[in-house]
């Protein structure tokens, strides 16, 4: 069965740290890229960070550069958020995403996140 | 305010069509794909259509999804009390990924 289970969350003070894991099985975790999404209480969903499959190209929200640090080992069939300088309004939902594509000449062509953890909470609150 | 726009709420009664807009800009859906996730009640979300149009394998072909310029809808047709969820737009914008800020289906 293809999934992916996150772990790590918790709560935090404001300028705290933390770290997200996130395990997947059921599928060739190095083939793909990765994304962290998040959603705060109540509110809607907003893309965090994506990673490359070997782990050599990253992309972040303008909210969180700096801040956070996506990162992979695909020996572990793992994915992980490095979350410094944490902020209240960082708290939320977050989940592990699998982003769906292909390459073709070079290109590479992007289908959407096709499989998704169930999320582990952020509090950031003093 | 998401880059995406999207009305916050919906409705419609149990076997009408109802649809979904989601507004953007050159930059976001006018060039690049559209994917719709549905998000059910507790649950995380789950991708619906992508490539704009294409269902992904278990998704009923009450769901369909289309683009003109830099816009994009979903339909849903035959519509269930099953389908009583947010759903939200998606696409690439420069190298980020942009979402609606979703919209809340209440089948009447």
């Known amino acids: 069965e293809v999934q992916l289970v996150e772990s790590g969350g918790g709560l935090v003070q404001p300028g705290g740290s933390l770290r997200l894991s996130c395990a997947a099985s059921?599928?060739?975790?190095?083939?793909?890229?990765m994304s962290w999404v998040r959603q705060a209480p109540g509110k809607g969903l907003e893309w965090v960070a994506n990673?490359?499959?070997?782990?050599?190209?990253?992309n972040y929200v303008g909210s969180v550069k700096g801040r956070f640090t996506i990162s992979r080992d695909n020996a572990k069939n793992s994915l992980y958020l490095q979350m410094n300088s944490l902020r209240a309004e960082d708290t939320g939902l977050y989940y592990c995403?699998?982003?769906?594509?292909?390459?073709?000449?070079?290109?590479?062509?992007?289908?959407?996140?096709?499989?998704w953890g169930q999320g582990a909470t952020v509090t950031v609150s003093s | 305010q998401s880059v995406l726009t999207q009305p916050p709420s919906a409705s419609g009664t149990p076997g009408q069509r109802v649809t979904i807009s989601c507004s953007g800009s050159?930059?976001?859906?006018?060039?690049?794909?559209v994917n719709w996730y549905q998000q059910l009640p507790g649950a995380a979300p789950r991708l619906l259509i992508y490539s704009n149009n294409q269902r992904p394998s278990g998704v009923p072909d009450r769901f369909s999804g289309s683009k003109s310029g830099t816009s994009a809808s979903l339909a849903i047709s035959g519509l269930q009390s099953e389908d009583e969820a947010d759903y939200y737009c998606a696409a690439w914008d420069d190298s980020m990924r942009v979402f609606g800020g979703g919209t809340k289906l209440t089948v009447l």
């Open positions: 995403a699998r982003d769906w594509g292909h390459y073709f000449r070079f290109r590479y062509y992007y289908y959407g996140m096709d499989v």
């Open positions: 059921g599928f060739t975790f190095g083939s793909y890229w």
């Open positions: 990673i490359k499959q070997d782990g050599g190209e990253e």
């Open positions: 050159s930059s976001n859906i006018g060039s690049n794909s």
